[in-house]
């Protein structure tokens, strides 16, 4: 089982360089959370120069829970509509090493939705994208949610929720039928605690114990 989790990488900011990390993925999922997460890792721990920037304004709650966690962590927020304000966004923060780009839940029935999260993403050509999955979620249905999601070329996966599920095994179906890289697993709500790199032996006994 180990085996099948030989890709894993985080993210991995370049020596004097920035790193612009966008979370994608259908609604429900944790992103905005997560995002919170890895801010707050990266800033406070790791002592790195991180802003935020949302692009949910469908979620006006994304919003403002955003705003509070960069209250908290102290760093800076953007918010924007379109591509072209993303990219403006991120050369006003051109000083940060790390760019947290949170993104709206999108259906993987929606093709223009999809379509719209790929214009996106293409407007910032050295982004890395996250796909954010629920371990609560059906297999066929993240089977689904990976393939419609490879229109916007997601360099990993990461895996939310994996408290609040007796089915892990969920990931390692996943991880054998695609050619993913994993990133990190989310256990819990707590920020920025419940987070870490994923991790093949923790995950094979995850399972094993099923």
Known sequence: ITNHFNKVDGIVIPQGGRKVVALIGPTGVGKTTTVAKLAANFSLREGYKVALITADTYRIAAVEQLKIYSDIIKVPIEIVNSAAELKAAIDRQNDKQLILVDTAGRSPRNQYQLSELKNLLQAIPDIEAHLVLSTTTKYKDAVDIVNQFSLCSPQKILFTKIDETANA???????????????????????PDDIELADPQKLANLILKE
């Open 169 to 191: 095994g969920a990931i390692l179906n996943i991880v054998y039928k695609f050619p993913v890289t994993l990133s990190y697993v989310t256990t819990g709500q707590n920020v």
